[in-house]
């Protein structure tokens, strides 16, 4: 279970299909996409090029504290899950 207080930032970097992030054109592959994290050593930096991508953050365990995550769309949809209670920042 979570630590009770746990303060969790999720730093996302979002770009959604009505144009294409020429950060990211096609890094990361073409087609839908999910991951489901469940500690702070399998978390990386996420990008895919053109597709859904679903990050499944509701098992993952972490201290107290902040951990940031990047992930990326070039082309497609974007969504992130965290469990109830966490706080998230988003920036685009």
Do not use: K, N, S
């Not at 499944?56 to 992930?71: E, H, K, N, Y």
């Amino acid at each position: 279970m979570m630590v009770v207080g746990l303060a969790l930032t999720v730093v996302l970097a979002l770009a959604v299909a009505t144009d294409w992030d020429l950060e990211v054109p096609l890094a990361g592959g073409v087609g839908d996409r999910t991951e489901r994290p469940a500690t702070p050593a399998e978390l990386r930096d996420y990008q895919l090029g053109a597709g859904d991508f679903l990050l499944d953050l509701r098992q993952l365990q972490v201290p107290p504290g902040t951990t940031t995550v990047d992930a990326r769309v070039g082309v497609g949809e974007l969504a992130v899950e965290v469990p109830d209670g966490i706080t998230v920042r988003v920036e685009r």
